[in-house]
């Protein structure tokens, strides 16, 4: 296997596969860190089984066409980041009614899409690239941090850890120029969780920052998962994408 199977930068760079193309490199290790450690897609905390993912090579792309047809336009539009005037970047609302459709899978690629072209545009431009220009939320895991340090009687040394971690991530979702928010509306929330849930999407909502929610809640019914006000913020410039058929999970292709 080549060294330019590992990097996401490859597709974009005219040294992928030759002999300079490997761990020591430069760029690879802005992107994909050094040794296992660092790197902006380490910093944007994709589950390990998403960290690869990119538009090219998503199994769901021959089944979702119509799907990638939309996301394929609105990479494009990332660009916009890099101009002050222009319009903004729209969030995108990535829905299925059935599980394993691609939806995360598609998320991340996006995510990643939005790392490679903040990096290379920086270094077009003479620019230092964000450490982080991108983070991706795990909503579900995040809402067990939650209830790990609200449960009663939880001693100090298990909910002082997670509370901590629940608050780094949530300070991460809000201030990302470019996010994920993974399986929003999955399960009751407590009102002190959708609270913080809905903090992190109205701040994105009111800064203008975009964000790439995945959800097996239709959009026009998030009012009943949650409140009426939070799903009008998820509304705002945003964009719905439907993913079609049932579950793919397990299918190798
Ligand atoms: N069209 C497809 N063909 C083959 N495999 C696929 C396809 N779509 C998704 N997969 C695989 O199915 C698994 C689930 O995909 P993913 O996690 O992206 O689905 P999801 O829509 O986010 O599911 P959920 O609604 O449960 O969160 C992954 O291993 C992915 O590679
Ligand atoms: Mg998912």
Not at 65 to 90: C, H, L, M, W
Request: positive net charge; charged residues 20%.
């Amino acid at each position: 296997m080549s060294h330019a199977d590992n990097c996401i930068l490859a597709q974009h760079c005219s040294l992928a596969g030759s002999d300079k193309c490997n761990a020591l490199c430069s760029s690879y290790i802005a992107v994909h860190g050094y040794n296992g450690a660092g790197g902006r897609i380490a910093a944007a905390s994709i589950p390990a089984d998403y960290q690869k993912a990119t538009l090219q090579n998503s199994p769901a792309r021959g089944d979702q066409a119509a799907a990638y047809k939309v996301i394929d336009a609105y990479v494009n539009t990332f660009q916009r980041q890099f101009s002050e005037e222009s319009e903004r970047i729209k969030s995108l609302y990535l829905y299925s009614e059935s599980p394993g459709t691609g939806k995360t899978t598609s998320a991340a690629a996006i995510l990643n899409e939005y790392i490679v072209r903040h990096f290379i545009g920086s270094v077009q431009r003479n620019r230092q690239a964000l450490d982080r220009p991108g983070y991706f939320l795990d909503v579900n895991a995040w809402q067990e941090l939650y209830t790990e340090f609200t449960r009663p009687h939880v001693p100090e040394d298990i909910a002082g850890p997670a509370s901590r971690e629940y608050y780094r991530q949530m300070q991460h979702a809000r201030l990302a120029p470019f996010a994920v928010l993974d399986d929003i509306g999955v399960r009751a929330a407590t009102d002190g969780f959708r609270g913080d849930l809905h903090s992190v999407i109205n701040y994105r909502v009111t800064n203008g920052l975009p964000t790439v929610y995945t959800s097996n809640v239709a959009i026009g019914e998030l009012a009943q998962v949650f409140d009426k006000r939070l799903a009008d913020r998820v509304r705002d410039m945003c964009g719905v994408v439907e993913f079609k058929g049932g579950s793919k999970r397990g299918i190798r292709k």
